[in-house]
């Protein structure tokens, strides 16, 4: 059973940092891209980053590009996403994804989702 289980969210400060980690399971997670996307609320989906199986290559939105660093670990079947600088417009629930690609159309669509996380930052 595929099983994408983020962990990391919570309430930070602006300027403040979080990282987020995905665990994976259930598949073969050095063959797949990983990705992160958000949403806030009453807003689409925005895919943030990705990062390919053997983290050669890597994927920011321009939103976040400069702050939020993608990485992973295929030893330990786990991908991160460590953000700095946090924004009040990075409130958004985010979810980790299991891919074949990078996501660098908004029309992209992962093969795995997790549940999502939700960040907060707030004063």
């Known amino acids: 059973q595929v099983q994408l289980v983020e962990s990391g969210g919570g309430l930070a400060q602006p300027g403040g940092s979080l990282r987020l980690s995905c665990a994976a399971s259930?598949?073969?997670?050095?063959?797949?891209?990983m990705s992160w996307a958000r949403q806030a609320p009453g807003k689409g989906l925005e895919w943030v980053s990705g990062i390919y199986k053997d983290g050669s290559d890597t994927y920011y939105a321009d939103s976040v590009k400069g702050r939020f660093t993608i990485s992973r670990d295929n030893a330990k079947n786990t991908l991160y996403l460590q953000m700095n600088s946090l924004k009040p417009e990075d409130t958004a629930l985010y979810y980790c994804?299991?891919?074949?690609?990078?996501?660098?159309?908004?029309?992209?669509?992962?093969?795995?989702w997790g549940q999502g996380t939700q960040v907060t930052v707030s004063s």
């Open positions: 994804a299991a891919g074949w690609v990078l996501p660098t159309s908004p029309l992209y669509e992962p093969d795995y």
């Open positions: 259930g598949f073969t997670f050095s063959r797949y891209a």
